[in-house]
């Protein structure tokens, strides 16, 4: 009997490395923070694109600097190698720039720019995939087509996506300028060709730079074949280089983002009202109430109600929780399950236990509240002593009277009651009272005689 042949093993994947071009000064943002660094969901834009990234699994990632680098130094911390681009010469020329912080590189190189940032890791791979066809093109470049072309360079290409010829805006004919395939300025490269590819670019152009897309003409010239992948949202090639583009940017993502929200089982009463972060997490059958707002580092588990008007940020919510309305929820603030917090409550670094209620107009910060206590309505944790922040513990199923001020650090016992009014500094026993009062003064007909003596003095002055 003959055995069966085996399967071939299917080759690893090629390393990879990422450029992210970042050497813009980014002027018409008109802004000290570098245009790149600009949020959109609650993240700056280069972090995001370095996040989709992230998924193809990179084994470096560099970012071409220029205006604003000490920015881009602090906001990337280790998480990739900065090269300088100074003078800036064209977009050739900044890739060149990364030659030394890709040395001994063997692998794939994707090039992309720090103000497109949503490009979708699933198009990156389609680059890629490209790349490493039968026909192996020397270049992949990203393509799109926009409604309107405007200034974008284009890319003349066969019916199969082989290159003809890439040209930029200002040095296109109009016979050229008519063809609506546009070049999103993102490439895939091999390491062992780009540098060669780019050591031959020059600048005889109507801008005298150093055009990236030149390679891609070189290597048609020896005989190289080149081929363009066509994105088929031409919106993840959207570059963002104003306020203006910046907040439709955001818009178009929040729209995205809240059909997609809808989608997995969320309910949003009014969704154009809704703003999330980029990791904003929503369980099945969570409803949203109008002009919520998710800061970064929201979880929110199944059945959560919010209701209109709450500000949350870095927050845990349970499943079964309430929140709001008007509530603002920041880092460090965690509801246990069927927990419940009401309108002007603001919670900061603290925990309300499983069925633990705050329902009105109070403050919870550095503290944790057990199952099933009351809090009531006025109640402040003084959490600082302007120099330092103490912790409040309040036990399970405590009660705490209205208008009251928890002195930390300081805990309440479980079943303990604190007497409306009270100013608490000195921990409470399980089970007790605690009431602390001044002694009331009464002075009978003084608030008479003091009407009648303002009123006599009001009518002089006549």
Known sequence: MTEPTPAA????????????LAAGKGTRMKSDVHKVLHPIAGRPMLLQLIGSAGELAPERTVVVAGHGRDQLERALGNTATIAVQDPQHGTGHAVQQAQGALAGFSGDVLILYGDVPFVRPQTMRAMLDRLHEADAPAVVVLGF????????????????????????????????????????????????ELFALLARVGNANAQGEYYLTDIVNIANLDGRSCAVVVTDDADEVAGINSRAELAEAEGRWQQRRRAMAMADGATLIAPETVWFAWDTVLGRDVVVEPNVWFGPGVTVADHVTIHAFCHIAGARLAEGVEVGPFARLRPGAVLEE???????????????????????????????????????????????????????????????????????????????IVAAGSAVSRDVADGELRMVRAEQLIKPGWADRFHDAMKKKKAEKR
């Open 9 to 20: 093993a299917t080759p690893p994947a090629p390393a990879l490395a990422i450029v992210i």
């Open 145 to 192: 087509e926009p409604a309107d072309p405007l200034q974008y360079g284009r890319v003349l290409a066969h019916d199969d996506g082989r290159i003809v010829k890439m040209v930029e805006h200002k040095d296109a004919t109009e016979a050229e300028r008519a063809c609506g395939l546009c070049n999103s300025g993102l490439m895939a490269v091999r390491s062992t």
């Open 338 to 416: 069927k927990s419940k917090i009401g309108n002007f409550v603001e919670m900061k670094a603290a925990t309300l236990g499983k069925g633990a209620k705050a329902n009105h107009l109070t403050y919870l910060g550095d503290a944790e509240v057990g199952a099933g206590a009351n809090i009531g309505a006025g109640t402040i944790t003084c959490n600082y002593d302007g120099y330092f922040k103490h912790k409040t513990i309040i036990g399970e199923r405590a009660f705490i009277g209205s208008n009251s001020a928890l002195i930390a650090p300081v805990k309440i016992g479980a079943d303990a």
